[in-house]
């Protein structure tokens, strides 16, 4: 993925005002106020979930890039209390986990996928009234308006350039997919909350409710909708 770099150096006290922006803006990224937790605080809170040592263990994980991954192996069913505690703990502490048995690792990811479903929308909202954008987020209406308009405006509810953060994909065996433009994803003053802003007025839209969603594609091969003839 190539990324926009400056042909040349500049000098830092130019850079002061596009700085000062981003640091206002609900979409910059604050500096960690506190160190990572260690292992032996993750540790704690799973253990705090009724899933303790040597059932539950964590250590890196090649297959995750090698960050530190909690695994949890075979056991007695984990309960639903348990489960959402897990949940809670990942999210919390910025951790993986990950489960020996399938039917436990379907379980924990179904239930994180609803609880996030349920926290990005609301954290969504928060950031656009943060910006003053909330209010000015407008709807969407299939029988008024086609798929690529409303997501014209969202782009310029955010102030970009039309058609240059997201484009969509229409896929015959899923519901209709946002991504962003590959051109989006740049490390320029303000490149990132370009994306963050769109990507949070969909959140905060009314288009989960007709089966459009953002995402992420991957190596997934996109079935393009057939051509009339």
């Known amino acids: 993925m190539a990324l926009a770099v400056p042909s040349g150096f500049v000098r830092a006290e130019s850079l002061i005002p596009a700085l000062a922006k981003l640091a206002a803006s609900p979409w910059a990224f604050p500096a960690p106020s506190t160190a990572p937790p260690t292992r032996e605080q993750v540790m704690a809170r799973i253990s705090a979930c009724g899933l303790r040592p040597p059932r539950a263990s964590i250590g890196k994980d090649p297959g995750m890039g090698g960050e530190d991954v909690v695994r949890i192996g ?8 348990q489960r959402v505690c897990l949940v809670k703990a990942s999210a919390d502490m910025i951790t993986f986990v990950m489960f020996d048995d399938p039917d436990e690792q379907r379980a924990f990811v179904k239930l994180e996928a609803e609880k996030q479903a349920k926290r990005e929308p609301r954290e969504a909202r928060r950031r656009l009234r943060q910006a003053g954008l909330l209010d000015k987020l407008p709807r969407y209406d299939p029988h008024r308006q086609t798929l690529e308009s409303y997501m014209r405006s969202l782009e310029a509810l955010c102030g ?17 997919l946002l991504t962003p433009q590959p051109t989006s994803l740049d490390l320029s003053p303000g490149g990132g909350e370009r994306l963050f802003c769109v990507q949070d007025a969909i959140a905060a839209s ?6 459009i969603h953002f995402g992420f594609v991957g190596n997934e091969i996109i079935e393009e909708p057939a051509k009339a003839k």
């Open 160 to 176: 970009v350039t039309s058609g240059s953060v997201v484009e969509s994909f229409h896929n015959p065996r899923k519901p209709s």
């Open 74 to 81: 075979r056991g007695p069913a984990i309960s639903l209390r």
């Open 206 to 211: 009314n288009l989960a409710d007709h089966g």
